[in-house]
């Protein structure tokens, strides 16, 4: 016999769940579920037990609430400003492209900003997300937001895999990122040639040739915040030892990715999102110094994980990213590190011939002085006819 108690359904956007409100054998004595998160149209409201307010009434939509209220606010929306990418990434920066991909898997709607020369806001903190009144930086925190957004990319995890994501994001941040920084900041090789070629041209002038160095002293004081410990001070001291745990670390992800394709099954969580934004970066690349590079690509399974990110999630063809394109992009970049590199030494010869020519004392101009005679025959005379 069919079921006759059945009122009505309401499925929910995210969870693709159905909520059932039913009555009870005699009667209307069953109840109602509260609707927490639904989305109802306000044409069937009243019969759920909402109350509508005038704008509703008049304007329609829909509205998010529980049993006796009525309305809400859209969602803001969410803007994140970021570096832009290449080499087959959607950004070259780690922590930029962190945020990136767990917006891609938690679902959150992301409006993204690149920056580019024609920006005027700061770069110290990329990246930066905005919504309404709030302005918030650091991958951490962003990530935190979005959490509270119920953007959670983790909402399967139990409560040992929380743990773990935990002490393997500190693990990451304490072993691979002092190496990642100094790849792009501190290497001169790659820092003159990939590095500051590419940032500055995406800063405006003269900017662009002061604020590429103001970054990589902060990257080297982030390092030696981390590994400048007694005995060791100075960064020759532990450039040694960066680059051992760095490679440590990335046997560590490797044993624990296994032949899975995400660290915790077929989902991406956020211990996904930061092994992409680190190793990526480092895995894609053109650098000329690639020790950590060549480290990356002896770990297949890690190369096979960023891949996959990369087109199932960005949409980005491995198969399009010819050698040729790629050699195209050398080529200009290699200009462009020329030009850079032309417009410092211009300005560092111009500073140098100041501070070596000679600082003469201001010449006065000579004062005449008048004798008595002088004055005696200057003094008024009658004019000749």
Same mark, same amino acid.
């Given at each position: 016999?069919?079921?006759?108690?059945? +009122? &009505?359904?309401?499925?929910?956007?995210?969870?693709?769940?159905?909520?059932?409100? *039913? *009555?009870?054998?005699? %009667?209307?004595?069953?109840?109602?579920?509260?609707?927490?998160?639904?989305?109802?149209?306000?044409?069937?409201?009243?019969?759920? &037990? !909402?109350?509508?307010?005038?704008?509703?009434?008049?304007?329609?939509?829909?509205?998010?609430?529980?049993?006796?209220?009525?309305?809400?606010?859209?969602?803001?929306?969410?803007?994140?400003?970021?570096?832009?990418?290449?080499?087959?990434?959607?950004? =070259?920066?780690?922590?930029?492209?962190?945020?990136?991909?767990?917006?891609?898997?938690?679902?959150?709607?992301?409006?993204?900003?690149?920056?580019?020369?024609?920006?005027?806001?700061?770069? %110290?903190?990329?990246?930066?997300?905005?919504?309404?009144?709030?302005?918030?930086?650091?991958?951490?925190?962003?990530?935190?937001?979005?959490?509270?957004?119920? #953007?959670?990319?983790?909402?399967?995890?139990?409560?040992?895999?929380?743990?773990?994501?935990?002490?393997?994001?500190?693990?990451?941040?304490? $072993?691979?990122?002092?190496? +990642?920084?100094?790849?792009?900041?501190?290497?001169?090789?790659?820092?003159?040639?990939?590095?500051?070629?590419? !940032?500055?041209?995406?800063?405006?002038?003269?900017?662009?040739?002061?604020?590429?160095?103001?970054?990589?002293?902060?990257?080297?004081?982030?390092?030696?915040?981390?590994?400048?410990?007694?005995?060791?001070?100075?960064? $020759?001291?532990?450039?040694?030892?960066? #680059?051992?745990?760095?490679?440590?670390?990335?046997?560590?992800?490797?044993?624990?990715?296994?032949?899975?394709?995400?660290?915790?099954?077929?989902?991406?969580?956020?211990?996904?999102?930061?092994?992409? &934004?680190? +190793?990526?970066?480092?895995?894609? =690349?053109?650098?000329?110094? =690639?020790?950590?590079?060549?480290? +990356?690509?002896?770990?297949?399974?890690?190369?096979?994980?960023?891949?996959?990110?990369?087109?199932?999630?960005?949409?980005?063809?491995?198969? %399009?990213?010819?050698?040729?394109?790629?050699?195209?992009?050398?080529?200009?970049?290699? $200009?462009?590190?020329?030009?850079?590199?032309?417009?410092?030494?211009?300005?560092?010869?111009?500073?140098?011939?100041?501070?070596?020519?000679?600082?003469?004392?201001?010449? $006065?101009?000579?004062?005449?002085?008048?004798?008595?005679?002088?004055?005696?025959?200057?003094?008024?005379?009658?004019?000749?006819?």
């Amino acid at each position: 016999m069919a079921d006759k108690s059945f +009122v &009505g359904g309401i499925r929910e956007p995210r969870q693709g769940l159905v909520r059932v409100i *039913r *009555r009870g054998r005699s %009667g209307w004595g069953g109840g109602r579920v509260a609707l927490e998160r639904s989305e109802v149209s306000p044409k069937l409201a009243p019969h759920f &037990g !909402f109350r509508l307010s005038e704008a509703e009434r008049r304007g329609g939509g829909h509205f998010r609430g529980t049993r006796g209220r009525g309305g809400g606010k859209m969602a803001a929306p969410l803007e994140l400003r970021c570096w832009g990418g290449g080499w087959g990434l959607p950004s =070259v920066h780690s922590e930029s492209l962190v945020v990136l991909a767990y917006a891609k898997f938690s679902g959150a709607p992301l409006k993204v900003s690149v920056i580019d020369n024609t920006w005027r806001g700061s770069r %110290g903190d990329v990246p930066i997300l905005t919504s309404e009144d709030n302005i918030v930086s650091q991958p951490a925190k962003i990530l935190n937001f979005l959490r509270k957004q119920k #953007y959670n990319a983790d909402y399967q995890l139990s409560a040992k895999q929380g743990a773990d994501t935990l002490a393997y994001i500190a693990l990451l941040e304490e $072993k691979l990122l002092p190496a +990642v920084l100094h790849t792009f900041w501190i290497e001169n090789d790659n820092y003159f040639t990939v590095t500051k070629p590419w !940032f500055a041209s995406r800063i405006p002038f003269p900017l662009s040739l002061i604020l590429p160095g103001r970054m990589s002293k902060r990257a080297l004081n982030r390092i030696l915040l981390t590994k400048g410990e007694p005995p060791h001070y100075h960064l $020759k001291e532990v450039e040694a030892q960066i #680059y051992r745990d760095a490679k440590e670390c990335l046997n560590l992800l490797s044993n624990r990715l296994g032949t899975s394709q995400f660290f915790f099954g077929n989902t991406p969580t956020t211990l996904d999102a930061y092994v992409f &934004g680190f +190793v990526a970066p480092l895995y894609k =690349v053109h650098f000329p110094k =690639v020790q950590l590079q060549e480290h +990356v690509k002896q770990l297949s399974n890690l190369c096979r994980f960023c891949d996959d990110i990369l087109s199932c999630y960005f949409r980005i063809s491995l198969a %399009g990213f010819s050698p040729a394109g790629q050699d195209t992009v050398d080529a200009n970049l290699q $200009k462009l590190t020329q030009l850079v590199n032309k417009e410092s030494n211009l300005i560092e010869k111009m500073d140098d011939n100041l501070r070596q020519s000679p600082q003469l004392p201001p010449r $006065k101009l000579p004062t005449l002085k008048l004798t008595t005679a002088d004055e005696e025959s200057n003094s008024f005379q009658p004019l000749s006819p």
